[in-house]
């Protein structure tokens, strides 16, 4: 099976900082790859899917990029707001792999 | 409203069955891929299992095959988790969710519920 690994797993940024958070996969997904949101105590939210394509509402500070094997999360400005665990995922085909997540928070 | 309902949550003791179902509504249920995914506590989200629009496919993490159901009733805009032989380590927060835009075999989900807890103790 495909692995995901993410790094860091956690990381502690000021806000306003730009903060990158990468995701690899063990073998190629093409732009099979969606980032989610959890924040403390709620649901997951997708943020953005197909790599790039910025899931409808989210704000325009997110960004994705990558292909193959390696992919980034990237928030150009870290609001407070942000302070979550974000999680990658293939769906690629089954299984239909999390990343471990890496906790944000706020410096 | 674009809503996912989860329900059948509960404590059992290893060894056990529970069986968790998810209303859908405000979207194409019938249409969309559906997918439970759990969360133990403290822990990261893993993928379990997920089912296609007509049930023609269906997919199952290593570790809950032979041991976990997945099945949809697109009738009634549900979709059922059967767990059987329960183990402690299946002790988590079980979300339902769904592909429901465009196109719709994808297995990412854009609307989440809001989770049902199963606790599996003796």
């Known amino acids: 099976d495909i692995q995901m690994t993410q790094s860091p797993s956690s990381l502690s940024a000021s806000v306003g900082d730009r903060v990158t958070i990468t995701c690899r996969a063990s073998q190629g997904i093409s732009n099979y790859l969606a980032w989610y949101q959890q924040k403390p105590g709620k649901v997951p939210k997708l943020l953005i899917y197909?790599?790039?394509t910025l899931q409808s509402g989210v704000p325009s500070r997110f960004s994705g990029s990558g292909s193959g094997t390696d992919f980034t999360l990237t928030i150009s400005s870290l609001q407070s707001e942000d302070v979550a665990t974000y999680f990658c995922?293939?769906?690629?085909?089954?299984?239909?792999?999390f990343g471990p997540g890496t906790k944000v928070d706020i410096k | 409203e674009v809503q996912l309902v989860e329900a059948g949550g509960g404590l059992v003791k290893p060894g056990g069955s529970l069986r968790l179902s998810c209303a859908a509504s405000?979207?194409?249920?019938?249409?969309?891929?559906m997918t439970w995914v759990r969360q133990a506590p403290g822990k990261g989200l893993e993928w379990v299992s997920s089912?296609?629009?007509?049930?023609?496919?269906?997919y199952y993490a290593d570790s809950v095959k032979g041991r976990f159901t997945i099945s949809r009733d697109n009738a009634r805009n549900s979709l059922y988790l059967q767990m059987n032989s329960l183990r402690a380590e299946d002790t988590a927060v079980y979300y339902c969710?769904?592909?429901?835009?465009?196109?719709?075999?994808?297995?990412?989900?854009?609307?989440w519920g809001k989770g049902t807890t199963v606790s599996v103790s003796s």
């Open positions: 995922q293939r769906y690629s085909g089954a299984p239909f792999t």
């Open positions: 969710g769904a592909h429901s835009s465009p196109p719709y075999y994808y297995y990412f989900m854009d609307v």
């Open positions: 405000g979207f194409s249920f019938s249409g969309s891929t």
């Open positions: 197909a790599v790039s």
């Open positions: 089912i296609s629009s007509s049930s023609v496919y269906i």
